[in-house]
């Protein structure tokens, strides 16, 4: 079995028989250039001849291949798609509060949060979709919200909306993080004011150039909010102009124009 190693991988440094003192012991460092060849050889020896690794699954997760579909989206129904005057608008002040919030970002993330609002970890996407969308919306439970105005405003059952306090926060790894868990949510469930929100404050931190994930996760946005567009019935509804505005930014602020809305 040696010999049929050593024609597979033949040696870089030959070592024959080496005076090699009595004393000399292998577990401790070498003194010579004859004793480190010597210990080499010996640990050589000690390898099995086949090795597995032990991989843990849950460490590969967030370490995926992308693969970046080039599926377009859905065509806008007749009388349903933005003027172009209408998309450049909104691509320009898109770009206005992008500079806006890199400009001011120091000082917001300088200010204290209230003592009601913890941030999730990164990697908790149900925290995450709680923080975001609130339990009543997250739970799906037909919790009617207290008309008291004296107990204020419980951001915890509706959702803390991306206060600028919040998102100077996140580094790109969060910002990431969050945008797929909401279009995860979102790929299985109606599109919210509270969904709109967080997905244009995201677009917002959003640094370009784009990594091959936030490119994917962006096109998959967009691809989503075309579905549901084509399954509403009435052309002004808010609902139409907040996915018509996400579709917009995604294929002409962040350069996806294979996905933009033929003008009307």
Known sequence: MES??????????????????????????????????????????????????????????????VNISLTGCHPAPEGYSPTLK?????VSHFSAVRQSVNKHRSHWKAQHLDSNVTMPKSEDEEGWKLFCLGEKLYSEAAIAVSGNENLGIDYIKIGFPPFLSIVSRMNQATVTSVLEYLINWFGEKEFTPELGRWFYALLACLEKPLLPEAHSLIRQLARRCSEVRVLEENKNEEKVSALNLLICLVSRYFDQRDLADEPS
């Open 4 to 65: 049929a190693v050593e024609e597979l991988m033949p040696r870089l440094l030959p070592v024959g028989d080496c005076d090699l003192a009595e004393d000399f012991d292998p577990t401790m460092p070498p003194r010579t250039p004859s004793e480190y060849l010597k210990r080499v050889q010996i640990e050589a020896a000690r390898c099995p001849d086949v090795v597995v690794a032990q991989i843990d699954p849950r460490k590969l997760r967030k370490k995926q291949t």
């Open 86 to 90: 209408w998309q450049q608008q909104q």
